[in-house]
């Protein structure tokens, strides 16, 4: 079955593609399967306009996946959850969640029952009493003891065994109790339902709780302990950097050492993570994972040679730099690891990205020549003869990119000083004196003086050349700039920004749900272990991978969350089948009846 459908796909037969889908047994799982292959089509295909057709041919099947999905959960949640769970082997034992999350198919990701199972997911199915569900889930794997008092365990409650038929005596299919006490039992439960006693039943029920230990190991495997617990940690790393900094240098080598520990055991938890995810055969963010790994593995090394050993007696203030660049980053990285969890900021967090990584940039590149070509003419024109030291391409820059925050109001401003008599040029005036303190000496080509007088090429109004020259072309140009630049490519930011808002607003929930997706996803297959001991965790995983069977190794969905395993039995794959066949039959009969009308013009 999969071979035809990779057949159908790639000769772009999408009705083919519908008709195995119809009739498979797994119909959810080869509707995924058939959009990530066009998926990878259409990403790759040079041909814009077959581009397009391929595009809205993977929005059908997305849509497939997704309306399956729906139905299932109608028909029967437990089957329609559990087979967001059952892995499968034919697709590198994963499961249909990992597959449409591999395949970036937001659409089946964001859709309310995924989403639903994934809030239950996060808690590892432990139901929490009250508000404030985090707060208590992650204070009862801290303390402990308030999970007796906040915390059930649905899933982990010994479900009493099903009686075979040989075990239930019936004749013709009536059910026959074992013994008379069996028989008062039914009969006292029947009177009390047919009482209306049903609630007190319940009340006086008694349900057990887990062993200790399988209620500590269910608390601690849930993704949200292990996000807070992380994040927790974080911060109080922050703190410690940021005390680093503001310590005198050179004396406190013991907080130095304890920073330098702990970017190490983060730096070997992202390598050990991206290793144990290659194995997976997980989805890896590459661009994010370098760039994290890249920065973290320079701050390491920069800051062991200068912040501990052997320059940091040499260049302290060099090594007061590398620690403030590693602040600068690891605060940063705070929006992308931990603020996007949360329902408000998360989307503006995205929103906030796209604006600042495209529309700016663009931005950028368009008020690039005015604002070169501005800030230059500035030193020109205002300060004619400052000297060509180096200096003043420095000023240049100053002025030109710092009027984009705010203007120079002294700019042009007036200054009494400038106007004492020895500062104005005039022929019985003396000019500055040159670089090398020799006096000024006008010069021609050759650097020989040319017996012109010194201030003949002299620019400006005054012997100071901090002094501006005011003149209309100063205002001119001056003015020309704010103008441009304050109510032409200012305004101009703004419109960019509110048109990224406009067209974020449509598909930024489905994105922040997808991504909200993957770091679940990304924290269940974590270790329990607290940081900064997430490397051991790493290890101990790895090398129970290596010791299983070949045959056993494979994707798994957690890392000691419970699931909800799914039914393989043949009954199951009949309910998926016949589903599908009552899918395409509406959708049929939906076609029908839309070309009705155009059927009866014809005729």
């Keep these: 079955m999969n071979a035809l459908l990779v057949f159908a796909a790639l000769f772009n037969r999408p009705n083919l593609v519908k008709v195995l889908i119809k009739y498979s047994s797994e119909p959810l799982l080869q509707a995924l399967f058939a959009e990530s292959l066009y998926h990878g089509l259409y990403r790759n295909v040079s041909h814009f306009a077959m581009s397009e057709v391929l595009q809205f041919t993977c929005n059908q099947f997305a849509q497939i996946a997704t309306d399956l999905l729906d139905k299932a959960v109608t028909v029967s949640p437990i089957r329609g959850h559990g087979i967001l769970t059952r892995r499968f082997p034919d697709f590198n034992n994963k499961t249909p969640l990992e597959i449409a999350y591999d395949t970036n198919n937001k659409q089946f990701v964001a859709h309310t029952n995924v989403q639903s199972w994934l809030d239950q997911y996060y808690f590892n199915f432990v139901k929490v009493k009250g508000a404030w569900d985090n707060l208590k889930l992650f204070l009862s794997a801290i303390f402990i003891f308030p999970m007796y008092i906040w915390l059930s365990f649905p899933r982990l409650r010994k479900v009493p065994p099903v009686p075979s038929r040989d075990d239930i005596p019936s004749q013709d299919g009536v059910f026959r109790p074992k013994s008379a006490q069996d028989a008062e039992k039914i009969l006292a439960k029947v009177q009390r339902i047919q009482a209306g006693e049903q609630a007190a039943d319940r009340s006086t029920e008694v349900v057990p709780r887990p062993p200790f230990m399988e209620m500590l190991r269910a608390v601690w495997a849930a993704p949200a302990v292990r996000f807070y617990t992380w994040h927790m940690f974080y911060w109080m790393f922050l703190i410690l950097i940021c005390v680093d900094i503001m310590l005198p240098p050179c004396r406190f080598i013991g907080v130095d050492i304890a920073v330098f520990v702990l970017t190490i055991s983060m730096w070997c938890e992202i390598v050990l993570r991206t290793v144990y995810d290659m194995q997976r055969f997980r989805r890896v963010h590459w661009v994010e994972r370098s760039y994290d790994l890249i920065s973290q593995t320079v701050f390491n090394i920069l800051f062991f040679l200068y912040r501990i050993a052997p320059y940091r007696y040499d260049h302290p203030f060099a090594g007061r730099v590398i620690l403030a660049f590693g602040i600068v980053y690891y605060c940063y990285r705070v929006w992308g690891w931990f603020y996007y969890m949360d329902k408000t900021i998360g989307p503006l967090i995205r929103v906030t990205v796209q604006m600042f990584r495209l529309d700016l940039s663009r931005w950028i590149v368009l008020i690039a020549p005015f604002l070169i070509s501005t800030s230059l003419i500035f030193m020109g024109v205002i300060n004619p003869d400052w000297p060509a030291t180096g200096d003043d391409w420095r000023h240049a820059f100053y002025r030109g990119i710092f009027n984009l925050f705010g203007a120079f109001n002294n700019e042009l401003e007036y200054t009494p000083a400038c106007e004492n008599p020895g500062t104005k040029v005039s022929p019985n005036s003396y000019l500055p004196s040159a670089p090398n303190g020799n006096r000024w000496i006008h010069k021609n080509r050759t650097g020989l003086a040319d017996g012109q007088p010194d201030y003949r090429c002299w620019s400006g109004d005054y012997n100071n050349y901090n002094c501006a020259t005011i003149s209309f072309w100063s205002y001119f140009f001056v003015i020309q700039y704010y103008v441009f630049l304050k109510l032409g490519m200012g305004n101009m930011l703004t419109a960019f920004y509110v048109t990224r808002n406009i067209a974020a607003a449509r598909q930024g929930p489905a994105v922040w749900k997808y991504h909200r997706c993957r770091i679940i996803l990304d924290y269940a297959t974590r270790t329990s272990l607290p940081p900064p001991f997430y490397a051991l965790g790493y290890i101990y ?63």
């Design 541 to 603: 995983k790895m090398i129970r991978y290596c010791m299983k069977p070949k045959g056993s190794k494979g994707s798994h969905l957690s890392s000691g969350v419970a699931t909800t395993g799914g039914n393989d039995s043949g009954d199951s794959f009949t309910y998926w089948k016949g589903l599908a066949l009552e899918y395409f039959r509406g959708k049929e009969m939906q076609e029908n009846m839309a070309n009705m009308p155009r059927q009866q013009l014809d005729m």
